[in-house]
């Protein structure tokens, strides 16, 4: 089956502690991005990536980082400088930047401990 | 600032009843309107979009509005069924790089 796969479906992290989001596709898509869901809000955009190796901020990067070294593959890094990392992180693809519709994968749940 | 409003945040009808969200934009040079559902625990899925050149979409018991001067878009969803229980978004697009989301409707339906 295509799709997008993100590991693990929990994740906790302790303090100080940098911790790496798993975000795989087989869609032969260019372009991922990495949105974070709080409660009672919409998504917002944290990085996306047009094509391997380049990829741009969103709306609420500071905290993050992010790699593409592979089509298949868009890990996001929440480091010790995000303060408030207790999120839903769901991670989408498109088939090239520009095109709307968005795929999104089951998402991971990040708590602090 | 670019901004969507979704109303009402939660929405709890009779089965075989129809449903309303509606949601404002501010960007007028949106012209891309997606709709996704998202169940519990998943990830969200488009359910149905429009393009700024058409007013209304239909599929099968779901269907899109959109009024451009008023900067407003509704999703309607008839015949209400238990699987349609999920939390839906709206969303604008202003340009090929940006897609805002709504804050979501949680949409519960009574048997």
């Known amino acids: 089956d295509g799709g997008i796969t993100q590991s693990p479906k929990y994740l906790f992290r302790k303090e100080g502690q940098n911790v790496t989001l798993s975000c795989e596709q087989n869609?032969?898509?260019?372009?991922m991005y990495w949105y974070r869901q709080d409660p009672g809000q919409g998504l917002r955009l944290i990085y996306y990536s047009q094509i391997v190796n380049d990829f741009q901020k969103g709306d609420i990067a500071e905290g993050y980082s992010v790699s593409r070294e592979k089509k298949e593959s868009f890990p996001l890094t929440v480091t010790s400088a995000q303060k408030n990392p207790t999120a839903f992180y769901l991670c989408?693809?498109?088939?090239?930047?520009?095109?709307?519709?968005?795929?999104f994968g089951s998402g991971t749940q990040l708590s602090v401990l | 600032g670019e901004n969507v409003e979704q109303h009402p945040s939660t929405l709890s009808v009779q089965e075989g009843d129809s449903a309303v969200i509606k949601c404002t934009y501010s960007?007028?040079?949106?012209?891309?309107f997606p709709w996704y559902k998202q169940e519990l625990g998943k990830g969200p899925q488009l359910i149905i979009d429009?393009?700024?050149?058409?007013g209304e979409k239909k599929d099968q018991r779901i269907a899109v509005t959109l009024n451009k001067t008023a900067k407003h878009f509704s999703l309607h969803i008839t015949e209400t069924q238990p699987e349609d229980s999920a939390v839906y978004f709206c969303?604008?697009?202003?340009?090929?790089?940006?897609?805002?989301f709504g804050s979501g409707t949680r949409l519960s339906i009574r048997p």
């Open positions: 869609l032969n898509h260019d372009a």
């Open positions: 969303a604008a697009s202003p340009s090929a790089s940006k897609i805002i």
């Open positions: 429009i393009r700024s050149n058409v």
């Open positions: 989408a693809s498109s088939i090239r930047q520009g095109n709307e519709k968005l795929f």
């Open positions: 960007d007028s040079a949106s012209n891309y």
